[in-house]
């Protein structure tokens, strides 16, 4: 089993940053495909962005692209989203996800076993 912990939501002002941890304990994630997922309230859950296990290939969200950066640490068995130029409709729960290895679908929530509690992450305008 693999339990994930994601830290550093706040509340920021637009135009801010925030980064995101995500650590994972139980079981190295070294080879995991990890996604970060947010959900505002009202909505569904939608993709964010990804990065792979084996050569560490990611994915962005169109809405994201270019402001949001996903990275690991494999040697602190840990996940980071960096969130720059935030917008108010960023505001949602942020969601850190992992699966032992996916083919296809990485943007979709159902493809992912293991799944954080969530960070707030609140941006005023």
């Known amino acids: 089993q693999v339990q994930l912990l994601e830290s550093g939501g706040g509340l920021v002002q637009a135009g801010g940053s925030l980064r995101l941890s995500c650590a994972a304990s139980?079981?190295?994630?070294?080879?995991?495909?990890m996604g970060w997922f947010r959900q505002a309230p009202g909505k569904e859950r939608e993709f964010v962005a990804v990065?792979?296990?084996?050569?560490?290939?990611?994915v962005y969200a169109d809405s994201v692209k270019g402001r949001f950066t996903i990275s690991r640490d494999n040697a602190k068995n840990t996940v980071y989203l960096q969130m720059n130029s935030l917008k108010p409709e960023d505001t949602a729960v942020y969601y850190c996800?992992?699966?032992?290895?996916?083919?296809?679908?990485?943007?979709?929530?159902?493809?992912?076993?293991?799944w954080g509690q969530g960070t707030q992450v609140t941006v005023s305008s």
């Open positions: 990065i792979r296990g084996s050569g560490g290939s990611t």
């Open positions: 139980g079981q190295t994630i070294s080879t995991y495909t």
């Open positions: 996800a992992g699966n032992p290895r996916i083919i296809v679908g990485v943007t979709s929530p159902l493809r992912y076993a293991y």
